[in-house]
């Protein structure tokens, strides 16, 4: 049975990976139909009429390509989760930086230099070691802990290299000595949903480089700070990955915006299901955007 | 809908696809363990998946 209030609803992906797949189960288990849209076939004249849905889950893994998706189909008057705006704070490292700041939450220090001299000079000023990161980019890729000037001079050499504008700029952060785990914390439609742990061998604990998950409790702290970071970043899905730091206290390192939940479901098992809440809340939701309202509750 | 076993385009090792496979999705050979992406699912195609590009990621 075809649900009468259910959004026209397509999903956008160029591949189908366990959390479209969920996605799409989760649509079918409520008979919500689907259009399914390949990336690689999207092409959107000025003047066509506008696409025949009210609902674009945006699950292109490409942040370039899911932006410019994202501001075609609003510009259509549909809704998309995420949004543009979403895409272009959490999609960028500085702009999130920039967000959280503004909002008061804990961030580790962190420094945007323009030129590799400027860059050496916050290093200093921040103090070795230091985290370099690419302003876009993920999967913790060309992500650097540098133990001193000489290191930093030659990875900038690298990145001075490469042709992308952006990758010339630096973006330094204080490195947190924390244990060998940070948190993620799932966020959809404003309300934390559940917490995990990811625990590596090494410093990164992305699940794309092998670290395992497991689930962690979600405190009214925690809850707190992920459910606000992701109003600030305009995330009605968020992944909000946050350290702890030597004194206990929490920090909040980036928000993810194409949220990949295989870890999280895993650590979780079958007590939280991830797609289910999606389908619930961003896709039948009364507001299927991000209910600031709700939010302030959670985050008073 | 194919549900036989498919051969890796990489290895020509076996790839059970299983019988819910979706076009687009992607796959892991167990052999080789290189990425799968199934291309047609009428019939059954496996192509090497794209190298990850700079801005992928979540
Ligand atoms: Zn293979």
Not at chain 1, 172 to 188: A, S
Not at chain 1, 196 to 217: F, L
Request: proline share 6%; with cysteine.
């Amino acid at each position: 049975m075809v649900s009468s209030t259910a959004p026209r609803t397509a999903l956008l992906a160029s591949r189908t990976r366990f959390e479209e797949k969920r996605l799409l189960e989760a649509l079918d288990r409520r008979g919500i139909p689907c259009t399914a849209i390949d990336t690689r076939t999207v092409r959107h004249h000025l003047h066509d009429t506008p696409p025949p849905w009210d609902l674009v889950l945006n699950r292109e893994i490409s942040a370039t390509k899911a932006l410019y998706a994202a501001l075609t189909y609003e510009s259509a008057g549909v809704t998309v989760i995420n949004s543009a705006t979403a895409i272009e704070t959490c999609g960028d490292k500085w702009r999130t930086s920039l967000a959280l700041r503004a909002a008061g939450i804990p961030t580790p220090p962190a420094a945007l230099a323009l030129t590799a001299q400027a860059a050496e000079e916050a290093a200093e000023e921040i103090g070795y070691p230091v985290v370099l990161k690419p302003l876009v980019g993920s999967w913790g890729r060309r992500v650097a802990l540098i133990p001193d000037a000489a290191a930093l001079r030659t990875v900038l050499e690298y990145s001075e290299a490469l042709p992308s504008p952006l990758a010339k700029l630096a973006y330094l952060q204080r490195y947190v000595d924390k244990p060998d785990r940070d948190i993620r914390v799932i966020v959809v439609g404003g309300i934390p949903i559940g917490a995990m742990y990811r625990t590596s061998d090494g410093w990164r604990t992305n699940v794309a480089r092998g670290a395992t998950t497991t689930a962690c409790p979600l405190t009214d702290d925690l809850a707190k700070l992920a459910a606000t970071a992701a109003r600030e970043t305009g995330a009605d899905l968020a992944g909000v990955d946050l350290v702890e730091d030597a004194d206990g206290g929490l920090q909040v390192l980036e928000v993810n915006h194409g949220v990949e939940f295989k870890g999280f479901q895993e650590a979780h098992t079958d007590r939280i299901d991830v797609a289910e809440l999606i389908v619930e809340r961003l896709v039948l939701g009364a507001d299927r955007r991000m209910d600031r309202e709700t939010v302030r509750e959670v985050g008073a | 809908m194919t549900t036989a076993t498919q051969t890796c385009p990489e290895c020509d090792g076996p790839v059970d696809v299983g019988d819910t496979v979706r076009a687009s999705e992607v796959i892991e050979c167990p052999e080789c363990r290189s990425e799968l992406e199934v291309v047609a699912t009428e019939p059954l195609l496996l192509a090497l998946a794209p190298e990850v590009e700079e801005d992928w990621g979540e």
